[in-house]
């Protein structure tokens, strides 16, 4: 249970019902640093502050997620999802049909968008939603920031579409779910690509897709494709306590390396700084990586699982 950090080991998970004050509450938790559980029209999402790493890191801890997959990114409307991403014209025709709704379109990052990479696994494009129901479109406005927004679900569990469903799965893990009934889809959003030039479906889901949208089994691009998607350019080492001269060392807790993940040794932090760090690594001017150990349970197996990928050959 030591994984499980702060509020955790102090209170029990609310149920509020969907209302001012629930939301009011919820806003106050995700502007701390806290994941809340909140109602989509298709299922209920675990949303935290997409420009906080360490906020995003909590929702991994939540879900106990064995592997870092690119976030879906909530916003309340088109021109706030432009502000993060670069939206070709040749999507804008999808996004009038079906925004708000259950459609996520995966485009090139802007460099200056704020979000932390934790949410992108270190990719340079970004899944973005303007989702339709109240609940989250009242959050994501008291907030005033995108909100990440994975199902609110442990990891492995079916994808829940009422409250109760949630506190079965994330009970004692999460602080607050908001309770908004039965969702309208309960099927997460189809995804759309559009980084090239065509249009390419991702992932199947409530949105019927036009016949100009190509199906691709490519490397990962967004939730629900298997394939391992950001590794460094150079051979990564892991389990690793003291650098080779051509290495450059990541450290964790006791083992200090040219930068660590986290002195601490706090899974958390360590999970947010993953993917910054990793690139620190792949422009330092040693030709391999080394990362220290890291404890193979909670976060620290979802954290070896990344490293575990990035050190396979290729």
């Not at 989250?136 to 909100?147: E, T």
């Not at 079965?168 to 779910?177: D, E, Q």
């Not at 993917?275 to 349970?297: C, G, Y």
Request: glycine content about 8%.
């Amino acid at each position: 249970m030591a994984l499980y950090s702060g509020w955790m080991m102090k209170e029990a998970t609310r149920i509020l019902p969907f209302d001012d004050a629930a939301i009011a509450e919820a806003a106050r938790l995700v502007l701390a640093g806290q994941p809340v559980a909140v109602p989509t029209e298709t299922v209920y999402g675990l949303a935290a502050d997409a420009t906080s790493a360490e906020a995003v890191a909590r929702i991994y801890e939540a879900k106990g997620r064995p592997s870092f997959n690119p976030l879906i990114i909530h916003v309340s409307s088109l021109e706030d999802a432009e502000l993060i991403g670069v939206v070709p014209a040749t999507a804008r025709h999808l996004l009038e049909m079906h925004w708000p709704g259950p459609l996520t379109l995966v485009v090139p990052l802007r460099a200056e968008a704020g979000i932390a990479s934790i949410v992108t696994a270190g990719l340079d494009t970004v899944g973005l939603r303007v989702p339709a129901h109240p609940a989250m479109q009242a959050l994501l406005r008291a907030v005033g920031r995108p909100l990440a927004a994975p199902s609110a679900n442990a990891s492995g569990a079916i994808s829940p579409t009422r409250a109760e469903h949630v506190l079965k799965s994330l009970g004692g893990r999460i602080p607050l779910i908001i309770d908004g009934g039965a969702t309208e889809r309960g099927l997460e959003s189809t995804i759309i690509a559009a980084t090239g030039d065509r249009l390419r479906l991702l992932r199947r889901g409530p949105i019927d897709v036009p016949d100009a949208v190509t199906e691709t089994r490519r490397k990962i691009e967004a939730p629900g494709q298997l394939a391992s998607h950001y590794a460094p350019s150079k051979p990564l080492r892991c389990n690793v306590t003291e650098a080779a001269p051509d290495e450059f060392l990541v450290g964790f807790g006791d083992v200090a390396g040219d930068v660590s993940l986290s002195r601490s040794g706090d899974p958390v932090e360590a999970a947010a700084r993953l993917f910054d760090l990793l690139h620190v690594a792949d422009d330092a001017p040693q030709s391999r990586i080394a990362v220290a150990p890291i404890p193979d349970e909670g976060l620290g197996a979802a954290i070896n699982d990344r490293l575990r990928r990035a050190a396979a050959p290729r």
